[in-house]
Each structure stands twice: as C-alpha cells, then as structure tokens.
C-alpha cells in the first residue's frame, strides 16, 4: 500500500512506548475475542523469565473457528527467533507450523509453504495461521528497528506509524494507549493498539465484526472503534481524491463498442455523451457531436458496458470499496455488516469521501445460540423478531437477511412484517427447515447455491447451522443431476415462485475444487500473484479436505453444482451474481464460472448488469447504457462476450461520471497493475 504521510500525525515515540521487551510484558494476560460484540473465544498469553511466549487461542464461529497453541522465542530485536504452532483453522482443518534461525539461516514450513533464507539483516517472520498477538509481537519490534522498517517473511516490508496516544477508560480507571499502524503486510494498514508498557491491548478487524481485547477495556471498545474509524476514514478519504478524476465539463465517450444487456447487443462506433452524473444522450459516433467544452475519451473500439454488480457483500476491510471499483464493481449489495458503523460508510461511498460501490443494505437477523451469526441482531420471540425487522426498516435497509439459528416458525413473522414494510427477504434457510419451506413460508431469495442442494437432502439432513451444509453438498451433490424428477420438480417449483438464487458459485469453487493445502481459490489464480505478498497468503476462504473414500464425490460436486446452475437458468430461474468473499475480483471469477457451466456470455453479463437493478427495485436508474441512466460504466481492452476472461481487462470505471484508472487503484493498494498491451501509434 502507497500511504500518504501527510494523512497520518507522525511521532516521535512516546515516552509511555520507552520500555524494554525484555521486562515489557506481564507473565499472564487474557483477551477476549468478540465477534459483532458477542464473546466468541479467548486467547491466553503467557511469558517466563526467559522472554519465550506461549499463546493459547480460539474462537468459535457457526461450529468453525481456529484454534491454536503456538510457542515462540524473540531476539533482542524483537524479530523471532524460533517458533511452533499447531492446532486447527478455520474450517478444522489440522496444521502443524515451525520457523527457525540457525546460524544467521531462516527457514519455515507450515502446510501450503515452504522456505529458506540467509538473513543479512534482521526480519520478522510471520506465522500463516498466527494468533492474533503475533500482530502485537511485530508492532513492538518495528518500534525498535532502525526507521521503524523491517523486512518480513516469507516476503514484504512492514512499516510501523503511530497514529497517536489517547487515554480512555478501564475498568480500573483511566488507561493510555497508542494506535499503532503496521503498513505493507496486506492492500490496506493493520492497525494495533498498545497500552504503555508495550502491551497488546485491542486488535480491532473490520469495522469491528472482529475483536480481541483485554477484559478491563471491554468498555472503551466504542471508543477505540471511533478512533479507529476515523483514521480509516481519513486514510480513504486522502485515496479518494488523489484517485478520482472529476471532468471539468462534459464528458464524451468515442468510438466504443457498447454493450446494451436488454437485447444483448454490442454496438461499435458508439458515443455516450455524460453531463454530471447522468447519461445525456448515447448514438452513433456520427450523429453526436461535441460540445464546446467536453472532455473527450476515445475508447478505442473498446468494449463499454454498464457497471457490475456484486449482490453478495461484506464490506468489512478498508479496501473493499477501492478493489470493487477497480474490478469494474459500480453497484452491490452488503447482506451483513456492523449497523453501528456501516451506515456511515455507504453515507461516505455515495458522497464520494471514500471509493467504493453504490450500496443497498440488507439487515441480518439470527436466533440465539451456540451456532449463531455473528450479529448482535439476535431474535428469540415473535416481538423480538417484529422489532428488529422494524429497526433495519426505519434505518434504510431493503432487504432482510435470515441465518441457520432462526427458529423457523419465526420466519413468517419477520417475513411478512418485512413484505409490510416493503423489504425483500433472503438468507440461508433455518436449520430444520427445508428450503422448500423457506420459499413456503415467504423468502424471496436464496443465498448460496447450496441450500438448493440441501432442499433434495431433507429431511436426512435439517441441521445445517454446522460445517455439515457444506461437508453433505461435497459428499452428494452428484446424487442429484437436473433430469432427476425431484430436482426438475423443484426447479419449477423455485420458477412458478419466482425465487431468486444468489448463487456464489467462486466461494462453491473454493469450497469443492480448491487445495486445502494452498491459499488462493482457484478463480484468483494468475490475479493473486499480483498483490501484496502477504496478502497472498490468506485469499482462500478454506478448501475443503474430503474425508477418506469421498474423494471423487468431492471431486464430482463442483461440476454437479454448474449443472444445475445451467438448468435453473434455462428454466427461467433468476440468477444473481455474488462473491462472499475478496472484492472485485472473486466478482470475475463468478462470472467465469457461469460462462464454463455453458450460460451464454451476454446472459452472463446481463446476470451482472440489468438483471440485480430490476430484481433489487432500481433499474430506473441503473443496469443500462441509455438516456436518463446514472452514468456507472466499464471499458473493458477485450471481448467478454467472446471470452469471459476478458471481464478482467478493466481498462476504466466510471460512477456517476467520475473516472478511476485500476491501475491507480491497485497501485495505491500495493498491488501491481495488470500488464497492458502497447497501443499502436
């Protein structure tokens, strides 16, 4: 990541960070780990005489979640100088870890890694399935290192800013702490909160969805969020107006080929005159002649179409917005996220502060217990439900969202009280809950293909709040081919009710065709060699490992899934493109594997353009290049309609007649632009 340093106050280092690591530490500390604020897990660390750490940690999410036990002995430097972890990620699958310097030669492996280095200078490494102190333990020894800079293993260079020193409140009475900024591990800064003596205090991730913190300073955590969503804000707001480039008139797009998804035509030779943010007039080169003071862009022949859609968002990383725009993503959907904070952060995405997407919120609802969603919106009784679907009505949101705990005689009742209220209805069907019943009962819309796949496994299968409504779609999607009876049954069926399927096949691809053992889905191979070195190594949402004996069912679930993708498109069941997962680009590869399951490609680009504008109520104003429209457009240097591969040569994005170059996006965001062919002269 490019950060500027007129952003960010710079310090010297305060004099509450003068200590020693030696004698920094106390010999046991816990933390809490909170997700949306409900305490998920814990983590322990203790430190002897000798400096050596030991760190127990765990948390639990819907029956996943790491757990961790990892030992490590640290140089006078601070960078490490042995280290051991074991345990399990986040879906349960074992890892063993080990890094060690002997005789000035490092050298890690760990499941998907491997390596060597002869160390000429000091560098830090850093774990692949870490606990979250491993970010404090790098913090405090880029304070120490020379310019505060350090190299860091496997690959990169990590920077360390303090942003500045803020005293809040502890359960004990008032506690100082210093917002630290480690900059060039991932596309955006990590921040670290340190109490005085060095000490990790918080670790705040993604607006808050996720948090460790010590116990006494539970209560002060709005206060850190604020904080720390400021200097986020700040940081993104001094991207954004490097990287958007307002025309001072007019705006004349020439000679582009212009895609048009209400009849699948692209048309060369195109004009597209923009004023503001609206699309004045579009025709043929010839018939449109420029104003006087028009800025004039030649396209080149290029491919223009109307912005793409990602339906299946949470925005939770600083760089979403950015990497969306960038990929050509100038509407989407975020189906969970942090009501505290997320509201004002579609605010700054539609005043154009921050980059990012024209967003339409939808409210997420779950139902108590040990495997619930991670949001505070948790409902247990008929009042509970009615009232929060109220609060997401009266705050803007369109849609409601619905997860596995939910008691399922309440989802009629937030059903109908959202349909009331004018919201759609979605979500992953309640655990002892058929999907058919779901539709039954009033949902509109299906998140994940697998519920689909789940419907022809009920009753065997009802309780899916657990890893097993993924495990059960590996080991028997293959059982349910398209011309089955019960699956071409329920395929009209999901037609005559006019069901929408948010299908998030590139997560699906991920799932039943990745390497448990790499970190990169297959859809974000060739693209992730591309980014940040660190941010390489933690792309995959988690492949899954077949048990014995179930490898080629596995194997077979993945093609199984496109089968019936194609057969619910050609029945006339709406389709809506969403990732679940990395922004922009895992938007790319849903698109390509819609084109592989044999979806024609204009329909492939409709599914991405017209098609969520009509299904989500805003196709006045957006999903077509024409007269009236919000000017949200892509130029694409290729022809996705001859290969959807192309759909990653984004050339241009326009939102609201603002251009952004991705190359500038990806540059800012330490990511190196995708190589372009020479333009003969």
């Known amino acids: 990541m490019r950060l500027a340093g007129s952003l960010l106050l710079s310090f010297a280092l305060p004099a509450v960070l003068a200590f020693s690591i030696s004698d920094a530490l106390a010999a046991r500390r816990e933390q809490v780990v909170l997700m949306q604020g409900n305490v998920a897990g814990k983590q322990v660390v203790e430190t002897a005489a000798d400096g050596s750490v030991k760190v127990e940690y765990h948390f639990t999410d819907r029956g996943r979640g790491d757990r961790s036990k990892t030992r490590w002995k640290l140089n006078a430097d601070g960078t490490l100088a042995d280290y051991a972890g074991s345990g399990n990620d986040y879906l349960l699958n074992p890892f063993e870890e080990r890094y060690q310097v002997r005789d000035g030669r490092a050298s890690w492996k ?9 160390l000429s200078a000091p560098a830090f490494f850093l774990p692949l399935q870490a606990a979250p102190e491993i970010s404090g333990a790098l913090a405090r020894a880029l304070l120490q290192a020379p310019e505060r800079k350090l190299a860091i293993l496997p690959g990169g260079e990590a920077r360390l800013q303090t942003l500045g020193e803020y005293e809040v409140a502890g359960k004990n009475g008032p506690v100082s702490l210093t917002l630290q900024r480690i900059v060039g591990l991932d596309f955006t800064p990590r921040s670290v909160w340190l109490r005085g003596d060095g000490e990790t205090a918080a670790l705040i991730v993604a607006s808050g969805w996720f948090v460790i913190i010590d116990a006494d300073l539970q209560g002060a955590l709005p206060k850190l969020l604020e904080l ?13 107006q490097r990287l958007t480039h307002v025309p001072k008139g007019p705006l004349l797009i020439r000679n582009a080929r212009v895609f ?29 002649k420029a104003p006087e003071n028009a800025e004039v862009l030649d396209a080149r022949g290029r491919f223009l179409m109307p912005g793409l859609w990602d339906v299946h968002k949470h925005y939770a990383s600083i760089e979403d917005g950015a990497l969306d725009i960038a990929a050509g993503v100038t509407s989407a959907r975020d189906v969970a996220n942090n009501f505290d904070t997320f509201p004002e952060r579609v605010k700054r995405f539609d005043a154009g502060s921050e980059i990012g997407p024209r967003v339409l919120m939808a409210g997420f609802i779950d139902g108590p217990g040990p495997y619930a969603g991670p949001t505070k919106m948790l409902v247990d009784t008929p009042e509970e439900a009615l009232k929060a679907v109220d609060f997401y009505a009266d705050r803007g949101y369109v849609q409601i969202k619905t997860y596995s705990s939910l008691k399922p005689e309440l989802f009629p009742i937030i059903a109908d009280r959202a349909h009331a209220r004018g919201l759609r209805v979605s979500g992953h069907v309640p655990a002892f809950m058929s999907a058919r019943q779901f539709i039954e009962a009033g949902a ?15 009753p065997r299968v009802q309780d899916t709040r657990t890893k097993a409504r993924l495990t059960e779609v590996g080991e028997h999607a293959y059982e349910f081919p398209p011309d089955k009876p019960e699956v071409r049954e329920f395929i009209d069926f999901l037609k005559r009710h006019h069901t929408v399927i948010d299908a998030t096949m590139a997560l699906e691809e991920d799932l039943y065709s990745g390497d448990p053992d790499a970190k990169t889905p297959p859809g974000l191979r060739g693209v992730a060699e591309r980014f940040p070195p660190q941010a390489q190594r933690g792309l995959s949402w988690g492949a899954l490992k077949p048990p014995h004996g179930k490898e080629e069912a596995y194997k077979q679930a993945l093609p199984s899934m496109m089968r019936l993708l ?28 819609y084109s592989r399951a044999g979806i024609a490609n204009a329909e492939v680009l409709r599914l991405a353009t017209l098609t969520p504008a009509q299904v989500l109520g805003v196709d006045k104003d957006r999903g077509v290049i024409a007269a ?9 240097d290729g022809d996705p309609l001859a290969d959807m591969r192309d759909i990653r040569k984004v050339d241009a994005v326009f939102k609201g007649g603002k251009r952004y170059d991705p190359g500038e996006i990806e540059q800012a965001l330490g990511i190196v632009p995708r190589k372009k062919p020479a333009v003969a002269e």
């Open 566 to 593: 194609k057969a619910l498109h050609d029945a006339g069941v709406t389709i809506l493109p969403g990732t679940d997962a990395l922004a922009g680009y895992m938007l790319h590869a849903e698109l390509e594997v």
């Open 628 to 636: 009236g429209k919000l000017a949200d457009l892509v130029l694409i």
């Open 260 to 288: 048009d998804p209400r009849d699948l035509a692209a048309t060369p030779g195109t004009s597209v005159l923009i004023e503001g943010e609206r699309i004045v007039r579009v025709a043929p080169d010839a018939q449109l």
């Open 110 to 118: 760990n499941p998907s890694e491997s390596g060597e280095r002869t």
């Open 228 to 240: 720390q969503e400021q200097a986020d804000a700040k940081w993104a707001a001094e991207m954004t």
């Open 444 to 458: 509109d819309e299906l998140q994940h293909l697998l519920f689909v796949e789940l419907n022809f496994m009920y």
